[in-house]
């Protein structure tokens, strides 16, 4: 089994920046990838950002440019920095993180931009 908890979410303003984090425990040797998703609501959750484990990442177009997704394997934990956020971002993000036989998902983090 894999524990992810998130952490950093929060309110800012347009233009704003915020940075999450995703401790993982456990059984974390059989993590691969992992990931942030996010959903707004009335929406069904999409992708934002993923990393490999060799550290090769993949963004949703709508972020490219302003988030950036990176891991510190000696922590177990995976970041993502949220720059110049746009009211538009806001949305329960969400920790992924792919294990051997299956996902495992954190609790989420609600992240609100609005002036």
Known sequence: ???????????????????????????????????????????????????????????ADSVKGRFTISRDNAKNTVYLQMNNLKPEDTAVYYCRAAGVNRDYWGQGTQVTVSS
């Open 1 to 59: 089994q894999v524990q992810l908890v998130e952490s950093g979410g929060g309110l800012v303003q347009p233009g704003g920046s915020l940075r999450l984090s995703c401790a993982a425990s456990g059984s974390i040797f059989s993590i691969s990838a992992m990931g942030w998703y996010r959903q707004a609501p009335g929406k069904e959750r999409e992708l934002a950002a993923t990393i490999s484990g060799g550290g090769i990442t993949n963004y």
